[in-house]
C-alpha cells in the first residue's frame, strides 16, 4: 500500500490495485499539516490503518473507502 497527501488530495494505493482519493480537506489535521509531516506516515493494524505520528492522526482504509470524514481540530490541552 503507499500513501500520498497533495495540498488538494489523500490518495491511498490498495494491495488489490485499487486507488481511493479524497479531498485533504476532509482531514484538517492533515490539511494543516506541512509537507513533511504530511509524508511521515506509517501503516498500522496490519495495514488496516495509516498513522501520521507528528500530526498525530489515524485513519482506517475503511472509513477512506466509506467516506468518513475527519473530525474538527480540538485544542491541545
Not at 500513501?3 to 476532509?26: K, Q
Not at 489515524?58 to 470524514?69: A, F, H, M, Q
Request: glycine share 10%.
Amino acid at each position: 500500500m503507499k500513501v500520498t497527501v497533495s495540498d488538494d488530495e489523500l490518495t491511498v494505493d490498495l494491495v488489490d490495485g485499487r486507488r481511493i482519493s479524497v479531498p485533504v480537506v476532509w482531514y484538517p489535521r492533515l490539511l494543516n499539516a506541512s509537507a513533511a509531516q504530511r509524508q511521515d506516515w506509517e501503516l498500522i493494524g496490519e495495514g488496516e490503518g495509516i498513522h501520521w505520528p507528528q500530526i498525530d492522526e489515524d485513519l482506517s482504509v475503511v472509513g477512506i473507502l466509506k467516506g468518513t470524514r475527519g473530525s474538527q481540530l480540538r485544542p491541545r490541552a
